[in-house]
C-alpha cells in the first residue's frame, strides 16, 4: 500500500505562486513516475503535470506538462526524501481547485503518461484558491 500526502495549497492572489508537495511512503518510491493532477466540481480530474522516476535528465526531459500551466509550473522531485513537489508561478483565478498527486501503478516506465488511470495511487488532495 503507498501513502501519498499532499500539502502547500492555500489562498494566492493572482501572480503569486506556491509550493506543493507530496510525500511518499509504502514503496520504493524511486522506482515509480509520479503526476500531478487538479479538480474542480463538475469536471473531470485534469493532468497537470509528471515526472519520470529518474526525475529531470539531461537537456531538462524527464518532465510534462499540461499547455495551459506549461512555462509557469515546475515539477521536481526528491528522490531521497520520498517527495514530490509543484512550483507554481504567475497563479491564474482559473488554476483554483484540488490539486492530487499520484503514483505511477508501473515500475520503471520508460514514457511519461498523462492520463489518470495510469496513476493507481492518489492523495487526498489540497485545495488552492487564487483570488483575481
Known amino acids: 500500500q503507498v501513502q501519498l500526502v499532499e500539502s502547500g495549497g492555500g489562498l494566492v492572489q493572482a501572480g503569486g505562486s506556491l509550493r506543493l508537495s507530496c510525500a511518499a511512503s509504502g514503496r520504493a518510491f524511486s522506482s515509480y513516475a509520479m503526476g500531478w493532477f487538479r479538480q474542480v466540481p463538475g469536471k473531470d480530474r485534469e493532468f497537470v503535470a509528471a515526472?519520470?522516476?529518474?526525475?529531470?535528465?539531461?537537456?531538462?526531459?524527464?518532465?510534462v506538462y499540461a499547455d495551459s500551466v506549461q512555462g509557469r509550473f515546475t515539477i521536481s522531485r526528491d528522490n531521497a526524501k520520498n517527495t514530490v513537489y509543484l512550483k507554481m508561478n504567475s497563479l491564474e483565478p482559473d488554476d483554483t481547485a484540488v490539486y492530487l498527486c499520484?503514483?505511477?501503478?508501473?515500475?520503471?516506465?520508460?514514457?511519461?503518461?498523462?492520463?489518470?488511470?495510469?496513476?493507481?495511487?492518489w492523495g487526498q488532495g489540497t485545495q488552492v484558491t487564487v483570488s483575481s
Open positions: 499520484a503514483a505511477d501503478r508501473v515500475e520503471y516506465r520508460s514514457n511519461l503518461v498523462t492520463t489518470a488511470d495510469a496513476y493507481n495511487y
Open positions: 515526472i519520470t522516476w529518474r526525475g529531470v535528465t539531461w537537456g531538462g526531459r524527464g518532465t
